[in-house]
């Protein structure tokens, strides 16, 4: 074969591996520029897969709509929510009704009826109007109230640091708890 052949035939590979990377069921992701003439854009049913080093899948985040400034860099989130895999076996489950990303995706802050489980057993549930997550590092903190529920009891706090990866949440202030024994 000529090496003009292997370049169409590769070419076509890679638009036919986009194409099914993009594909959610029946819908296309389609980039959209903002109709108010910036260089902004808007995806809308989006998803977004990230890979370990090994070529696992780390992160899955989903959407209804994703809002990009291009000054910025910084993406405006509806109904997002992303799942944290670890060993390719999905861990976290974050929600909220809107959030935002940096340019390099390894930074989210989620807003608004925040909600985290712990999968795949979904034995803790976290809820707060405000998570700051380094996806990266899968660290995550908050300023505002924090409920934590689980299996053997309730606790609550105002501020929280996470370890995601270590399983450990540390509620920082005014931490009330509920304990009971697991039947």
């Not at 405006?76 to 999905?90: D, G, V």
């Amino acid at each position: 074969m000529s090496a003009k052949t292997l370049i169409l035939i590769g070419l076509f590979c890679v638009v036919i591996t986009y194409a099914m990377i993009m594909d959610r069921g029946n819908q296309r992701v389609v980039a959209t520029p903002a109709s108010d003439g910036s260089n902004n854009f808007y995806m809308q049913d989006f998803m977004i897969r990230q890979y370990d080093e090994s070529g696992a899948l780390s992160r899955m985040i989903v959407g209804d709509q994703m809002t990009r400034e291009t000054d910025s860099g910084v993406s405006q989130l509806q109904n997002p929510s992303a799942t944290i895999y670890e060993n390719a076996l999905p861990m976290w489950k974050l929600n909220s009704e809107s959030g935002t990303i940096n340019a390099d995706q390894t930074e989210m802050t989620l807003l608004e009826k925040v909600t985290v489980v712990q999968q795949p057993a979904e034995v803790l549930e976290l809820k707060t109007e405000q998570l700051d997550i380094n996806l990266v590092d899968q660290t995550a903190s908050s300023t505002e109230k924090v409920v934590i529920m689980h299996t053997s009891g309730r606790q609550e706090g105002v501020g929280m640091t996470a370890e995601l990866k270590k399983n450990e949440l540390r509620l920082l202030s005014q931490v009330k708890g509920n304990y009971a024994q697991p039947q």
